[in-house]
């Protein structure tokens, strides 16, 4: 569907304008299409390509120094007229010739063709070249018969670029065809595409089907087949194009391809690399080097669901010119000479950070930590249906998992720290990582935060005292208020963190007993937990079904004060860090 027009007579006319109002410093437009907003240098042949509508960025958004010089822009999908051509090759054509460049349709042979006759008869050297790369559209043998679909960029680039490097109309027309020859593509089509105003496709590929062998213009493929997974669509259009691969030898095509897996209209990007990470690994398998690939919309036929495979079996000359700068509204190549500084050789890997010296006493401690996860994980596992159950009736039930996963995550990155010899806070650091991690979701990126600013407090040289613990709860629930924002009664568990903090405080300050103080707190934590009931969320993902929430106590509120309930008793257990054996 087209939604956006006026009237569907004007479209394609009405879209020309719009896009040369969007690019004044690239073009401007003439009768029935646009030329370079900048005079064709004296004797520079011109570049000329074109075809209907419909196929954006083809034709026009390649208009620009380093590739054409001016498109024509037919209707949607029917050729420009011979006086649109015309015109445009005469707006740019400054005494080097014309190129005209178009797929090889019959309405653009037969128009190109006319207005080709016209500027002869007028003294205007013209050639010709016909992009033939679909190898679905007709044999091996007379590939300059098939018709041409994406490899239009390919050719067209290549043919722009000798032109921007010197070239005169021979040189220009004999890459040109070079490029064409070789180049080889193939296509699918799994919906077909709506002229605009129109209420119907022009076809529809049967559901769990898709078209082999697309036109660009709403042709309907050759074949339907069972639809594939995007590996079986990568490997079925590779496997295509492949067939058709030159010998290789020296001087000539030696393994290195240029590849374009073009999208027709609706196929999102990221659909598009899923299929182009499948063609890479199999490229390689193949000792084949792709150089330059395009991933993306290059000629599109309006909505069209599908995609296209374009390989360039590259020698030296079409890799140069591959390669060389372009610059149009949709298609540009920076020049060599940027600053680009020398090849990467790594990149961050989470855990893999090295790990900092610690003293033997804080590696004791760390040790403790670990034990404090674990038993932090195994809690978790234990109530993992209850705390999804209480947040399937507001939220979307994924509490228990979370917390499920985010202590795991964390018991696991504690543990391979303190085995590379970490201290106490930096087997913290990795275990609020891989908390947030591994969690997902609201709760976990707050709890691997209050895990961070909770080894914030710890060093990797003392030993932890009972002091610092009481210090690291403390900033781990502030960590929590500063990076969620809730306020006390938003009904989250900030609404039994900060009780929590606030007992465990003046508790310890009075006893001087940890484990106590944290047993008291946690507490007060369950009876804050509780009393979320009767408010209704106000944060969160459940703020949305805040009513529904009413009666029952918020989730991550009481997995709070279930973890911290389960911390004071480990630590009632093991008072001087030595767990007791069950
Ligand atoms: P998600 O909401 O992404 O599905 P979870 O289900 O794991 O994540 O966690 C939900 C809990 O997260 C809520 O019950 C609430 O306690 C807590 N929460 C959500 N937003 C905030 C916030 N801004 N501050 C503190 N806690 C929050
Ligand atoms: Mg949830």
Known sequence: MTYLLNNPADFAVDALRGYAAAHPEHVMLAHGGVVRSTDTPENQPALVIGGGSGHYPAFAGWVGPGLAHGAPCGNIFSSPSASQVYSVARSAENGGGVILGFGNYAGDVLHFGQAAEKLRAEGVDVRIIRVSDDIASGPAESHRDRRGIAGDLVVFKIAGAAIAAGADLDEAERVAWKANDATRSFGVAFDGCTLPGAGEALFHVPDGEMAIGLGIHGEPGIREVPMGTAAE?????????????????????????????????????????????????????????????????????????????????????????????????????????????????????????????????????AARIVQVLEMLRDTAAEHEEHFGRLDAVAGDGDHGQGMAYGTRGAASAGSSAA?????????????????????????????????????????????????????????????????????????????AALPFRDALAAEFDSSADVAGAVKKAAAVAREAAEATADITSRRGRSRILGEKSLGTPDPGAYSFSVLMDALGTFLASSPDGTPEQP
Do not use: C
């Not at 990221?270 to 084949?288: C, I, M, P, Q, T």
């Open 233 to 365: 669509v990568a490997d079925l259009l590779l496997n295509g194009v492949l067939e058709e691969e030159p010998e290789q030898s020296d001087g000539a095509y030696s393994g290195r391809v240029a590849v374009v897996l073009n999208g027709l209209g609706t196929v999102k990007y990221e659909e598009l690399f899923v299929v182009y990470g499948r063609v890479a690994e199999r490229l390689a398998e193949k000792g084949l080097t792709v150089v330059a690939p395009e991933v993306g919309e290059h000629v599109t036929s309006l909505n069209m669901a599908g995609l296209s495979l374009s390989i360039v079996f590259l020698d030296d000359e079409l890799e140069e010119l591959w390669l060389a700068p372009a610059d149009t509204p949709a298609f540009r190549r920076a020049a060599a000479g940027l600053p680009a500084g020398p090849p990467r050789t790594a990149v961050h890997t989470p855990g893999e950070d090295r790990i900092p010296e610690a003293s033997g006493e804080s590696r004791d401690s």
């Open 419 to 495: 085995a590379k010899g970490a201290g106490a806070r930096t087997v913290l650091l990795h275990a609020g990582d891989a908390w947030s991690e591994e969690a997902g979701g609201t709760s976990g990126a707050l709890w691997g935060a209050a895990l961070t600013a909770a080894g914030g407090v710890f060093d990797d040289e003392r030993a932890v005292s009972a002091p610092d613990i009481v210090a690291a709860l403390s900033a781990g629930i502030d960590a929590v208020v500063r990076l969620g924002g809730a306020q006390p009664g938003d009904k989250t568990m900030v609404d």
